[in-house]
């Protein structure tokens, strides 16, 4: 499968995916909205500001015209704006006289130099002002304020322009600095909404822990108070796990009055057919026997059926093994074996039932001793997160091309040894439903050596 498939699915099932997204959808349109409207209100503002500039200009310059004893009209003073005197400085102003032979330019600011403002060819009625785009002397756009002045006889036009980049270099130092004041707001905010969405899925990480140590049997429930919309979440579970114990203890209950009501009468029918002589005695006591031997084996079988999905359960390995080896001491006393437990970590501990533990360990031991010279040796360990039982023994061994067969329901290496024939396949099928396996193999003493593994827990 491509691994790129596997992003969109990512994102489609994280909660804290989506919610992040979201919220960086959210703050940049939030962002981009208000970025544009608070540069669109500074560039009203600046250019209104613009324009008043203007308009007072051409107060000042309306004020300050007088005529000289020729009639020609002049300025009273200079204006106080020191860039109307400095060449090229943006910011100029003009008088014209309105008539068609006039000439242009009969009064100039020195910022115009030797240029002149190209007035536009329609003109405003008297009184009224009316603004213009034009080019200025050094070839920028000007923004030009005229006004129609009738002074006497004599009509004059009068103008007042600026460079268009009085307005926009302020606007660009703006737009820059609130696009640096947004862009640190806006990781500001995705920033707290990251923090606020982890705080806010805390809780549903803890669920998480405790399910886990729940799964690996250190607590039973979950326990604490939660948020109110995960606490019936939590409560719906905690009654799950209440029911599913309950579940498990009936049918150990069943399992074990069933074995008692079946295993009686075949017990009598057993001992009746032995003091019995004949073919008959024979074959009762030959089926009282297979009986049996189901009746063990599906009984064991559905113990640990219900009992492997059971969750809460943690059995240390090193009690229970050096439990079962006194009793086998006891049980094999006659034959003076050595059973040895060699290593078994304090932290291999299993997770599940401890019945199920001492069946299978039992019957691996039970079944070493029976074939043992002298020895069985035990030792255990924790690999890739699973307990690894192993038992040896030193007795003749199963070849190999017979080690196979061997876990199979009812096959015996020697009819002679007393049993049912049944220890390791059942040993196999009730490591096989916690997850585990069982393999044999030849161990180094010379007979068997039986591997079990189970799931662990820390």
Same mark, same amino acid.
């Given at each position: ?304 059926? !219900?009992? #492997?999905?059971?969750? @809460?359960?943690?059995?240390? /390995? %090193?009690?229970? +093994?050096?439990? &079962? $080896? ?19 970590? !304090?932290? #291999?501990?299993?997770? @599940?039932?401890?019945?199920? /533990? %001492?069946?299978? +360990?039992?019957? &691996? $031991? ?19 997160? !699973? ?72």
């Amino acid at each position: 499968m491509n691994p790129t498939t596997h992003a969109p699915r990512r994102w489609r099932n994280s909660l804290g995916l989506r919610l992040v997204a979201g919220t960086l959808c959210w703050v940049a349109v939030a962002l981009v909205v208000a970025g544009w409207g608070l540069s669109a209100l500074f560039a009203e503002h600046v250019t209104r500001q613009f324009r008043a500039e203007l308009g007072t200009y051409l107060d000042q310059l309306a004020a300050a015209i007088e005529f000289d004893a020729d009639g020609a009209p002049q300025l009273r003073a200079p204006l106080g704006d020191p860039r109307m005197a400095r060449p090229y400085s943006g910011l100029y102003w003009q008088v014209d006289r309105v008539a068609p032979e006039a000439n242009e330019g009969v009064l100039r600011s020195r910022s115009l130099w030797d240029g002149v403002l190209a007035m536009p060819a329609e003109t405003a009625t008297d009184g009224q002002r009316r603004l213009h785009h034009v080019r200025g002397p050094d070839g920028a756009d000007v923004l030009l304020l005229e006004q129609i002045l009738r002074l006497d006889e004599l009509t004059l036009r009068v103008g007042v322009a600026g460079n268009e980049a009085l307005v926009s270099e302020p606007m660009a130092r703006f737009n820059g600095l609130l696009a640096l004041a947004l862009l640190i707001l806006g990781l500001g905010l995705v920033s707290a909404s990251v923090v606020q969405l982890r705080i806010a899925l805390r809780p549903l990480r803890r669920v998480r822990d405790e399910l886990g140590q729940v799964r690996d049997g250190s607590v039973s429930r979950l326990a604490g108070y939660y948020p109110d919309e995960l606490q019936p979440l939590v409560n719906e579970f905690n009654d799950v796990l209440a029911q599913n114990s309950a579940v498990v203890a009936r049918a150990r209950t069943q399992a074990g009055n069933l074995a008692h009501a079946l295993k009686t009468p075949l017990t009598i029918l057993a001992n009746a057919a032995r003091e019995g002589d004949g073919a008959l005695a024979r074959s009762v006591a030959e089926q009282t026997q297979v009986a049996q031997r189901h009746i063990e084996r599906h009984l064991a079988h559905a113990r640990a059926a !219900a009992r #492997a999905g059971a969750a @809460g359960q943690r059995v240390p /390995l %090193q009690r229970v +093994l050096e439990g &079962l $080896l006194r009793v086998m001491r006891r049980l094999h006393a006659e034959r003076d074996l050595t059973l040895e437990l060699e290593d078994c970590p !304090a932290a #291999a501990v299993f997770r @599940g039932d401890e019945q199920d /533990l %001492q069946e299978m +360990l039992g019957n &691996l $031991l039970d079944n070493a001793c029976k074939w043992a010279a002298r020895r069985v040796i035990v030792s255990a360990g924790i690999v890739d997160q !699973a307990l690894i039982v192993t038992v040896e023994d030193d007795g003749r061994g199963i070849p190999e091309h017979e080690q196979e067969a061997m876990l199979q329901r009812g096959v015996r290496a020697d009819e002679r040894t007393p049993g049912s024939g049944l220890g390791l396949s059942i040993a196999l099928e009730l490591a096989e439903l916690y997850g585990g396996g069982l393999t044999l193999d030849t161990s180094p003493l010379g007979g068997l050596q039986a591997s079990l593994r189970l799931p662990a827990t820390s």
